[in-house]
């Protein structure tokens, strides 16, 4: 019986733990032609101050990526003067405290400025990141966008860290 109680309590407090505001992220790779096969999800969990994003993603170049909320709930391309931008459509990065620059998730830069997604040698990534400048109800809508490149939180040399083009990108649909 004792056993029984502890694998109750277990179960109860797992439960009493879970966010109720989590929501699941369907990513896909993107290119000039559009939307293009799902990659995994990012869960995204609101904890006391920020949020979680759990990556559960395969089929990406190993390494750090930039990671960003972006201001539009569109993966589309767009083209901008002759040239086609995979999943332009999203738009810049999120920022609602119209910060005058890109900078470090825990800074005072954009709104939608993650910590760097890592992927392993296998393609893999299922490290959790925390945002501790963001809650659910302001990114619900919006695009979440993986880049090529990683993020260096500044905009020298390159601008918005230097991550490059966007590889895969998902919509953030709130429960």
């Not at 004792?2 to 929501?23: F, H």
């Not at 395969?58 to 930039?66: C, E, M, Q, R, Y």
Request: proline content about 6%.
């Amino acid at each position: 019986m004792r056993n029984v109680k502890c694998l109750l309590a277990g179960a109860c407090m797992t439960l009493s733990m879970q966010a109720v505001s989590d929501t699941t992220v369907t990513m896909h790779l993107v290119s000039e032609k559009g939307v293009g096969e799902a990659i995994g999800t990012v869960q995204i969990s609101e904890a006391k101050k920020g949020i979680v994003l759990t990556p559960m993603l395969s089929g990406l170049s190993a390494g750090l990526h930039g990671f960003h909320v972006h201001e539009n709930g569109s993966c589309e391309p767009s083209t901008k003067g002759g040239k086609v931008t995979p999943a332009g459509a999203a738009g810049s990065h999120l920022n609602l405290n119209d910060a005058k620059h890109h900078g470090a998730p825990w800074g005072k830069g954009h709104t939608g400025d993650l910590p760097a997604l890592f992927v392993n040698d296998d393609g893999v990534a299922q490290h959790p990141v925390f945002a501790p400048n963001l809650k659910m109800k302001p990114i619900d809508g919006k695009a979440l966008i993986i880049h090529e490149g990683g993020d260096n939180y500044s905009d020298t040399p390159q601008p918005l860290g230097g991550g490059g083009a966007r590889v895969a990108c998902g919509i953030i649909k709130g429960n």
